[in-house]
């Protein structure tokens, strides 16, 4: 069975910077593209930022140059290093994992499977 379980989140302050964690069991990681995707209330999910199994990695407007991807196949992890946190960040967190890197980075009906979310809430 698959597991992704996200971890990280928190409260900060407008500025500072956290590191999410996403750890995946029950395939093998290095097959897979992984993403992350946040929620905030009241809007639909969308995409934050992607790496591809070739390391390749992706982001949205809203985040490029103040967030990293990065992915650690000896740990089947993937994280993202946030910096200069803005409250329009507060969001619920989600990591998603597809097995191939083709199609859209935002789609979210790509991804075969997801984790249950880390909360990020950022104060003004």
């Known amino acids: 069975q698959v597991h992704l379980v996200e971890s990280g989140g928190g409260s900060v302050q407008a500025g500072g910077s956290l590191r999410l964690s996403c750890k995946i069991s029950?395939?093998?990681?290095?097959?897979?593209?992984m993403a992350w995707f946040r929620q905030a209330p009241g809007k639909d999910r969308e995409g934050v930022s992607g790496?591809?199994?070739?390391?390749?990695?992706y982001y949205a407007d809203s985040v490029k140059g103040r967030f990293t991807i990065s992915r650690d196949n000896a740990k089947n992890t993937v994280y993202l290093q946030m910096a200069s946190l803005k409250a329009e960040d507060t969001a619920m967190y989600y990591c998603?994992?597809?097995?191939?890197?083709?199609?859209?980075?935002?789609?979210?009906?790509?991804?075969?499977?997801w984790g249950q979310g880390t909360q990020v809430t950022v104060s003004s």
């Open positions: 998603g994992a597809k097995r191939y890197p083709s199609g859209s980075w935002w789609r979210e009906m790509e991804y075969n499977y």
């Open positions: 029950g395939l093998t990681f290095s097959d897979y593209n």
């Open positions: 790496i591809s199994q070739y390391d390749t990695t």
